[in-house]
């Protein structure tokens, strides 16, 4: 639980150091993806979790915090095919965003968490006098055991 609250403090800081606060609702919000880091949560996923805590709470005010926290890159909004937004928080011990590897058959999704790019970004600043600021990269494919017999996993996220 610590580490929850050191990054919600971290958080924190990045919205007061953009004018808002950290209101009661924003904080659940958060907390939720903290909480769920690995789910890859989309909104309503995410409403749902934390009316659990703070009932009162609407889907509007769930859409505008994370929409907020998208604009301020705390948490990047992801489409995995699936037709569905989802929230993923961006993690301080990278520059960049993690990669991901998606299952076309069950829908399981793994985190890479080591940045694979860094030759490649460099060559593309001496090549092309381009510095790359971010990136993200999805991998789609089929893992070897859902081939073979079918997926058992129903596409939990794993890291």
Not at 129 to 156: N, P, W
Request: net charge negative; aromatic share 8%; hydrophobic share 35%.
């Amino acid at each position: 639980m610590a580490a929850i609250d050191d990054q919600l403090v971290k958080i924190n800081k990045q919205l007061q150091s953009k004018g808002y606060k950290l209101t009661s609702q924003r904080e659940a919000t958060v907390r939720i993806l903290l909480e769920y880091e690995q789910d890859h949560l989309s909104a309503e996923e995410v409403f749902m979790l934390v009316r659990e805590v703070y009932p009162d709470i609407g889907l509007a005010t769930v859409y505008r915090t994370l929409e907020l926290l998208a604009e301020m890159h705390i948490v990047e909004k992801m489409n995995f095919g699936d037709g569905v937004a989802r929230y993923d928080l961006r993690g301080d011990d990278h520059a960049h965003m993690h990669h991901h590897l998606i299952c076309t058959v069950c829908g399981r999704l793994t985190e890479i968490k080591e940045d694979w790019l860094g030759e490649l970004e460099e060559r593309l600043e001496r090549e092309y006098g381009f510095k790359v600021s971010d990136h993200r990269l999805e991998f789609t494919g089929t893992y070897m055991h859902c081939q073979r017999d079918g997926c058992k996993h129903g596409g939990k996220a794993v890291s």
